[in-house]
């Protein structure tokens, strides 16, 4: 009876540190939504949907998500050159590089490139490949050493085009969020770099240009050494044994987004 008590009790406990996490979790996400820049904030949300179109494979929705989302960030001040877009432009290529690797498993009316020769696809991809390390190339000369004052002080002019109506108080808390967020981007230019040249070593690679494949992997590797996938397309290539994965690294992988390079 005493131990059905014990473990009520314990039932209990849980119950009441999930329900305090969830609340905890709401306050801090909701507060968050509120401190994104409205003008990009349906980017935000409308780029929640690509790892569910990608799980479906259905590869219309992707290119127009993508292409939604490129819209709007092109349309607003300040982010024309911004990061996101490289992550967009990678994103493109991911898919698109799938769509070669897969394109005969993938159904006609999943595949808007179902028409175009593999070879041109992987063109395509490549194009979005540079037009992604171009961008983040940029991004790093610009912004790489500088502390957040001097990042506000950067980009405060061109950001609060646009906000000339927005209560004071909130055009500063946009613009605050802003800052912390590029100073992030900055910290994981080099990883998303990293996937940048892992997709352009499968570039080389789908076209049997296998030492350019090589070098762009060891260059991926030597931005991020903990790039597996970059690692083991180099194994492969040069018949070395594949790396698992261990324990620690399947539950708290380096980035849960390293192929899609958000």
Not at 211 to 220: G, I, L, R, T
């Amino acid at each position: 009876m005493a131990g059905k008590r014990s473990i009520g009790r314990l039932i209990g406990i849980m119950l009441i540190v999930v329900v305090a996490g969830v609340l905890v979790a709401r306050s801090y996400y909701g507060n968050l939504n509120r401190s994104v820049d409205p003008r990009i904030r349906q980017a935000r949300e409308l780029y929640e949907q690509y790892d569910s179109y990608a799980r479906l494979g259905d590869y219309h929705r992707i290119f127009s998500l993508l292409d939604s989302i490129a819209t709007i960030y092109k349309s607003t001040a300040h982010y024309t050159e911004a990061f996101e877009l490289g992550v967009l432009h990678n994103n493109r290529a991911a898919a698109l590089l799938t769509i070669t690797l897969y394109r005969d498993s993938i159904p006609q009316s999943a595949n808007p490139y179902y028409e175009l020769e593999t070879d041109s696809v992987v063109a395509l991809a490549e194009k979005q490949i540079r037009k992604a390390i171009a961008l983040y190339d940029r991004w790093d000369e610009v912004f790489s050493g500088k502390s957040d004052e001097e990042i506000r002080v950067m980009i405060e002019s061109v950001f609060r085009q646009g906000l000339e109506q927005t209560e004071p108080a909130l055009a500063d808390k946009y613009l605050k969020r802003r800052v912390s967020e590029i100073s992030e981007a900055v910290v994981e230019n080099q990883r998303r770099l990293s996937v940048c040249y892992t997709n352009l070593g499968l570039v080389y690679r789908t076209r049997g240009e296998y030492p350019e494949a090589v070098a762009h992997y060891e260059k991926a590797m030597t931005l991020w050494d903990r790039n597996l996938d970059a690692e083991n397309n180099l194994n492969k290539l040069l018949n070395r044994p594949i790396k698992k994965r261990n324990f620690i690294q399947r539950m708290f992988p380096p980035s849960k987004d390293a192929s899609t390079n958000k």
